[in-house]
Structure formats: structure tokens, C-alpha cells
């Protein structure tokens, strides 16, 4: 279980529910230029907030960041999101993560 990358998945998946929910796939897609960088930013922030509280409370090292990371990667990759919008998006997590570590 203290090996088992199964709650750092399900905390990823819940996240990015929500931010599929409140930024779809195709909105992205379809919206470059339409959507204010400004919404797309305050909803990755909030997203970054929410892992990092969750990095925190299970106080995760550099495995579970990265699996965290990863995770974040492959679930927006499957919900569809545009890949140069998946590497803004996981590069900005990761540095999220890596802050304020204490």
C-alpha cells in the first residue's frame, strides 16, 4: 500500500474532472484566442492549489510528485486535450508541486 499510486491517481482524476467540467477539451480546441488566458490561468492555479494540498497532506516525495505529475499528463492526454496545452499544463504542475516543499 505505502508503494501503491492508487489515491495520487484518484486525486488526479477528481482534478481534472473539475477542470474538465469548468475548461472542456473542446473549448480549448476550438476557443484559441476566444478563451481569456486569464480563465485558463485561475482554473490551473486552482487545479496546482488543489494537488498541492493534497502533495502536502500525504507529504509526498519526489516519487510521488512525479507520479502525481504523470498522472496529471495522461489524464488530460485521454480527455482530449490539445498536447501543447498538456505540456503548458503538466510543466506548470510541476513547478507547482516543487514549491513551498517543506
Known amino acids: 500500500n505505502f508503494l501503491s499510486p492508487a489515491q495520487e ?3 488526479v482524476q477528481s482534478v481534472v474532472d473539475q477542470l474538465a467540467k469548468d475548461l472542456p477539451p473542446a473549448v480549448i480546441e476550438a476557443g484559441r484566442g ?3 488566458v486569464n480563465k ?3 482554473l490551473l492555479e ?9 502533495r502536502d497532506q500525504r507529504r509526498l516525495g519526489f516519487l510521488g510528485r512525479a507520479v502525481v505529475a504523470n498522472a496529471f499528463k495522461w489524464e488530460l492526454k485521454e480527455r482530449g486535450y490539445p498536447v501543447d496545452f498538456v505540456d503548458m499544463a ?9 514549491k513551498d516543499i517543506e
Do not use: D, M, Q, W
Open 40 to 42: 485558463v490561468t485561475r
Open 34 to 36: 476566444k478563451v481569456s
Open 90 to 98: 503538466t510543466e506548470g504542475l510541476i513547478v507547482a508541486l516543487s
Open 9 to 11: 491517481k484518484a486525486a
Open 46 to 54: 486552482r487545479t496546482y492549489s488543489v494537488l498541492r494540498e493534497f
